[in-house]
Structures are given as structure tokens and as C-alpha cells.
């Protein structure tokens, strides 16, 4: 649960106004009931319900961007009328969702509430003890506005740049390891909920070491750079390539096996063979396949993936060496050609 609320930023702030309300507006709603004013208790009651029907929503379906909106629309509507209604007193519960509407929706979104909020109670009028008052109160509500929108932007952006500092290796721009643990966690799941095959592909450049050290590590950086490329304009747009760490990738492939794979995997081992360059000569690379069983664990299936690959290194290189090939076979349709081979 803590987990959810932790990477989950819009969540959070959804579940944190449920809680204030809960505290909050709860006391509140009971102190009106008791003074016999009904409308205001009322709209403090619903006001209660929607943001916590709102939270249940976003928790049970993971959309924060439509619960995230219909709270923001809540706070902001419940405390125009919670001005109206009530008068001055009921004006201070604006400032603090004219701050949060900013996290709940996007930017755009958030502004026009605030303006439409605050021009609600100008027009009303009702609430302000005099023009002066008013115009105090709008202004105040534009400079709140105004620095959480500020605010919210940059938090935003700065997100956006961890995530990407996170999740992309920088020297190649594909995605890390990090990201791959979650892609490989989504196509078990999918896998296992549609039966659609994947395969798993453990890809190391054959005597790297060697590269570096005979042509330095600058040359040995544009070989993988280059890798990357090749790989990237002969795979599918569907296919997902990561970097695993140093000289090593992994590339998921979905909605492939048999003939269809071994296919691929030829494929990539020319155009390796083919194009991958140094100055030194030419560059080739050691493949380790496997396929999802079912109901296989993410560990697992790249543990035998892992295997695969140092079965192709400690077999000579430059090879493509299947996992349980009998199984790759059987889905070939029962070729007797084995499936790992130079
Ligand atoms: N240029 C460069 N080198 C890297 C990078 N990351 C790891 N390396 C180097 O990759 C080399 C990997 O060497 P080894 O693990 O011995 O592998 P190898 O020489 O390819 O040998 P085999 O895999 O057995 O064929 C090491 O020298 C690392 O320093 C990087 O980002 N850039």
C-alpha cells in the first residue's frame, strides 16, 4: 500500500485530501448538523463522500488522471459553495485547494478552475463583507495561484528528469536495467493473461575487453552506440531493447517463437556479422534465447536465458544458443536442425 503511494505521486496527494477531509471537514459537517444548519452540513457530507468515492476509484482502477480531476472539481466547487453558504469564514478552505488543484489535474485544467472559482464568488458577491474585501480576497487568490502553479511546473518537469535519469542509460539512450525489470514484470503478466509468446534475448559482444584495451574505451563506447542502432532498425517497433550492464543487452521480443524466432535471431546475427565495425575488424556478438514458459517466473526465465548465453560463450562465440531448445523446436514444428548453431 505505502509502496503505491510512494511512486504514485497524484495518488498520494488524492489519498492525503481524503485524509484531511476524513479529520477535516468530518468535525465540521457534524458542528452544522448540530446547529441546525442543514444545507451547509450537506454540502460538507458530499464534499466528504466525493473525494473518498474518488480515492476508492483511483485505488481500484490506477486512473488518477480522471479521479485526480473529479477531486479537483470537488474542492473547488464545495468551497465556493462552502463561501457562499457560509459566508466569510467559509472563504479561507479555498486558498488551499486553489494550491492543490495543481497536482490533481494538469496545468491548464488547474487555472480554470481557480479563475472560475474565484469569479463564482465575485459574481455571487454574498460572501464579502465589502468591495474592498473582495477584490483583497481576488488578488490573494491570484498570487496563491499563481506561485503553486509556478511550483507545480517545476516539480513536474523535475520529475519528469529523474524518470528519465532512472530509466535511460545515458550513453546509448535505451532503457536500463531498472526499466527492464518492470517491462519483463508487464509481459509475464500479459503473457500469462493472453497466452501471447515472448522471448527473452541475452545479447554480449564477443572479446569487448579486447576492444577497449587495443582501441580505447572511446571506440569501444561507438561500437555499443552502433549496436544499439543496428539492433533498433532490425527489430519491431514492439520489440524492446535494454541495456543489462557494460557490454551486455536484452531484447524482449513479443508475439514470437518457433520458425518466427529463429528467423529473428539469424537475422540479427548477419547483421551483426555484417555491419558491426572497428577499427580493428569486425565485431560479433553471443546470443542467449529464451522463451516464457508458463507461469515462469521473470528470475527464472532470465536465468535461463543467462545460461543460454554462457553456453554460447563457452561454446566459441559469435553463436545463438536456445534455452530449452527441444521446446523452441517443438513449437518450429519439429525441426531435427538443432537451434543453437553459428
Ligand atoms: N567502452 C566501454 N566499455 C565498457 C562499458 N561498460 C563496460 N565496459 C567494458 O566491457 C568489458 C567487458 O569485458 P568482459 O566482461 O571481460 O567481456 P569480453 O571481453 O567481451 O569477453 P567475452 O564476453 O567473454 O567475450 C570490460 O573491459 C569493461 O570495462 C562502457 O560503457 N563503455
Known amino acids: 500500500m ?27 459537517a457534524v458542528m452544522r448538523y448540530l446547529q441546525g444548519n442543514l444545507p451547509a452540513g450537506l454540502v460538507d457530507t458530499s464534499i466528504l463522500l466525493g473525494i473518498c468515492s474518488a480515492l476508492v476509484y483511483a485505488w481500484v482502477t490506477g486512473d488518477t488522471r480522471r479521479s485526480g480531476l473529479a477531486v479537483a472539481v470537488i474542492i473547488c466547487s464545495g468551497a465556493v459553495v462552502v463561501g457562499v453558504v457560509v459566508g466569510e469564514p467559509g472563504l479561507f478552505w479555498l486558498y488551499p485547494c486553489l494550491v492543490t488543484t495543481f497536482f ?3 496545468a491548464r485544467i488547474a487555472v480554470v478552475l481557480n479563475i472560475a472559482s474565484v469569479v463564482a464568488l465575485m459574481v455571487h458577491g454574498g460572501a464579502f463583507r465589502s468591495d474592498i474585501q473582495m477584490w483583497s480576497f481576488s488578488a490573494t487568490a491570484l498570487v496563491v495561484s499563481a506561485c503553486a502553479y509556478v511550483f507545480a511546473h517545476r516539480n513536474h518537469d523535475q520529475r519528469e528528469r529523474l524518470e528519465h535519469l532512472a ?7 535505451i532503457k536500463n536495467r531498472r526499466s527492464m525489470d518492470q517491462e519483463l514484470d508487464l509481459a509475464a503478466a500479459n503473457a500469462e493473461r493472453t497466452g501471447l509468446p515472448y522471448a527473452l ?31 533498433r532498425q532490425n527489430t519491431r517497433k514492439s520489440d524492446q531493447l535494454f541495456r543489462f550492464g557494460g557490454e551486455e543487452f536484452v531484447l524482449l521480443l513479443p508475439g514470437v517463437d518457433g520458425i518466427g524466432l529463429k528467423a529473428v535471431m539469424n537475422n540479427l546475427q548477419q547483421v551483426l556479422r555484417k555491419y558491426m565495425k572497428h577499427p580493428g575488424g569486425s ?3 553471443s546470443f542467449g534465447v529464451a522463451l516464457l514458459k508458463h507461469g515462469e517466473s521473470v528470475a527464472s ?10 553456453e554460447a560463450k563457452e561454446t566459441g ?14 513449437r518450429a514444428g519439429g525441426s531435427a536442425e538443432p537451434l543453437s548453431g553459428a
Open 2 to 28: 505505502f509502496h503505491r503511494l510512494k511512486t504514485d505521486f497524484r495518488l498520494s496527494i488524492i489519498a492525503l485530501l481524503a485524509a484531511c477531509a476524513v479529520l477535516g471537514i468530518t468535525p465540521f
Open 104 to 106: 490533481l489535474t494538469n
Open 167 to 173: 530509466t535511460i542509460d545515458p550513453l546509448t539512450g
Open 201 to 231: 534475448v541475452l545479447l554480449d559482444i564477443d572479446h569487448f575487453k579486447k576492444i577497449n584495451d587495443e582501441h580505447g574505451h572511446g571506440v569501444g563506447d561507438d561500437v555499443l552506440i552502433e549496436m544499439v542502432e543496428l539492433l
Open 283 to 285: 565485431v560479433t556478438a
Open 301 to 310: 526465465w532470465l536465468d535461463r536465458a543467462d545460461a543460454a548465453l554462457y
Open 317 to 330: 562465440r559469435d553463436r545463438i544458443v536456445f534455452a530449452d531448445a527441444q521446446r523452441t523446436m517443438d
